[in-house]
């Protein structure tokens, strides 16, 4: 006679004992799984990721050829990319490093690019060019390393970086297509978020725009700033449509040589932002915005600044799905 009980009754087979996992992938966040998770632009950040740059920006390579303005000198940029730690830190942001094992790319230290955070974890994204391709790997190790899920790496013929996503609601996220994103990569997170019940809505980028955060930025649940003739007309309504006030900024050269939009949005109305943009940060205030700065003109040479150098991987009160 067999020592064991019934298969039909053994907690194994979903007899006595067995315990039916009902929490939701959301719920299991901070518990299970690593903290993190957004669904908005703009509630309070409390988590950010950063690859402090080094060695790699000693790359005898001409700047062009790595897909920068001009090239950095390591020093001056390394002690910029502290300088931004420490402005997020005094802001209330926990700043955790990237810290590849290996020697990378130039431009790994453009974190924002190589993922886009969810309620339930991160999509990791598949760089647009040769320059920057495997700079996902590293991002990748470090989300497993922190506990938080990754839900999808874009594959196939497909390409997206996290640069031209941005999340409307908590239910609608706008996808920009372009030189970085094609229509492969911009399926594969759709599909994704479609199962989180999240929509995904597509708009073009004009010739000669990196991403869809270049373009468009929000520093409220209700206002959002956009570069003037550069975001399309159809996605201007759409925000509108949204209840958001569009404010365009007015000033190009501090927008193209300042990097004046490319801020990152610390709370409801509070940015940090690129320091040597007078004008622009008269019109954010004018919004209400309160306006902190850090010193970025040499990682700017990358063609770049805080935006695109964070990674965000928390926003306080995200509304659950």
């Not at 979903?14 to 719920?27: F, I, K, L, N, V």
């Not at 902190?292 to 700017?300: G, Y």
Request: aromatic letters at 6%; charged letters at 20%.
């Amino acid at each position: 006679m067999s020592k064991f009980k019934s298969v039909d009754i053994m907690s194994a087979y979903g007899g006595d004992g067995w315990s039916p996992r009902r929490s939701s992938m959301q719920e299991e966040i901070g518990d299970i799984w690593g903290l993190c998770g957004i669904s908005n632009e703009w509630s309070p950040l409390k988590t950010v990721l950063l690859h402090r740059p080094g060695v790699e920006l000693e790359n005898g390579s001409l700047p062009n050829d790595v897909q920068m303005l001009a090239k950095p000198d390591p020093l001056r940029a390394a002690g910029q990319h502290d300088a931004l730690v420490r402005a997020y830190e005094k802001a209330g942001v926990r700043v955790i490093y990237l810290k590849p094992p290996n020697t990378v790319t130039p431009n790994q230290m453009f974190v924002a690019d190589l993922m886009v955070m969810t309620p339930e974890g991160a999509i990791v994204a598949r760089p647009a060019s040769t320059v920057r391709a495997g700079e996902e790997r590293w991002v990748a190790r470090k989300l497993a390393e922190l506990g938080i899920p990754i839900l999808r790496t874009i594959g196939g013929r497909g390409v997206f970086e996290g640069a031209d996503a941005a999340w409307l609601d908590n239910r609608t996220v706008l996808v920009g297509l372009g030189l970085r994103t094609n229509a492969q990569g911009a399926y594969q997170v759709s599909a994704i978020l479609a199962d989180i019940g999240v929509t995904v809505i597509e708009t073009d980028l004009p010739r000669g725009a990196m991403h869809l955060m270049g373009i468009l930025r929000f520093a409220d649940r209700n206002l959002a700033l956009a570069w003037p003739r550069r975001l399309d007309r159809s996605a201007v309504q759409l925000l509108k449509d949204r209840g958001y006030e569009v404010a365009m900024i007015p000033d190009e050269n501090e927008a193209r040589n300042g990097f004046a939009l490319n801020f990152a949005t610390l709370g409801p109305r509070q940015i940090l932002m690129p320091a040597g943009n007078p004008i622009t940060r008269s019109f954010y205030e004018n919004l209400g915005i309160v306006c902190r700065e850090v010193e970025l003109d040499e990682l700017a040479k990358a063609a770049g600044a805080v935006g695109c150098l964070t990674g965000v991987l928390e926003r306080e009160s995200s509304s659950p799905l």
